[in-house]
Nanobody, 119 residues
Framework: QVQLVESGGGLVQSGGSLRLSCVVS????????MGWFRQAPGKERELVAS????????WYANSVKDRFTMSKDFVKLTVYLQMNRLKPEDTAVYYC????????????WGQGTQVTVSS
């Protein structure tokens, strides 16, 4: 089992920045994939960034590319999502998730952290 705990959400003005953290515990392998998802009210959950512990280049959704940066620290078993130039449409609950290399689905989820961007 894998446990994920996010932190770092909050209220920020448009154009501001926030950094989310996700601490991972439990049975973790260096080829697991980590992802940041978000879900806005009335919308489906979407993947915004992902990376494997052993990989070098994160993947980003077009909506956040060039504004968000996902990074990792395997020693601390922590992944981060640096969010810059935030927009009101970035308002959502952000979730950290993990999947095994052999799985196509993210099976492990954090509780989520609220990010609210005011205009």
């Amino acid at each position: 089992q894998v446990q994920l705990v996010e932190s770092g959400g909050g209220l920020v003005q448009s154009g501001g920045s926030l950094r989310l953290s996700c601490v991972v515990s439990g049975r973790t392998f260096n080829n697991d994939h980590m992802g940041w998802f978000r879900q806005a009210p009335g919308k489906e959950r979407e993947l915004v960034a992902s990376i494997s512990w052993s990989g070098s280049s994160p993947w980003y959704a077009n909506s956040v590319k060039d504004r968000f940066t996902m990074s990792k620290d395997f020693v601390k078993l922590t992944v981060y999502l640096q969010m810059n130039r935030l927009k009101p449409e970035d308002t959502a609950v952000y979730y950290c998730a993990a999947r095994r290399l052999t799985s196509t689905d993210f099976n492990y989820w954090g509780q989520g952290t609220q990010v609210t961007v005011s205009s």
